[in-house]
């Protein structure tokens, strides 16, 4: 699936779920990693930066945007 960014949205999961996209999460803050998610290509920035930061080559599709193009592992 391939999906626009919009400005409109804070995060990689409200654009998943705008999309109807199943996405786990819990506390929306990137703190649980309970939405980890592989990052199979590009890069993102992170609204607030991770406590602890997600493995290599994961991403905490809620509080991170994409700062191009990106492919995720959902």
């Known amino acids: 699936m391939t999906v626009p960014w919009g400005d409109g949205?804070?995060?990689?999961?409200?654009?998943?779920?705008?999309?109807?996209?199943?996405?786990?999460?819990?506390?929306?803050?990137?703190?649980?990693?309970?939405?980890e998610t592989g990052l199979l290509s590009g890069e993102v920035a992170y609204i607030t930066e991770p406590v602890d930061p997600p493995a290599?080559?994961?991403?905490?599709?809620?509080?991170a945007r994409p700062r191009g193009a990106v492919v995720l592992d959902l």
């Open 56 to 63: 290599d080559g994961d991403v905490l599709i809620c509080s």
């Open 9 to 35: 949205r804070d995060s990689l999961l409200e654009l998943a779920e705008a999309c109807d996209v199943p996405v786990r999460w819990s506390c929306r803050a990137g703190v649980c990693h309970s939405c």
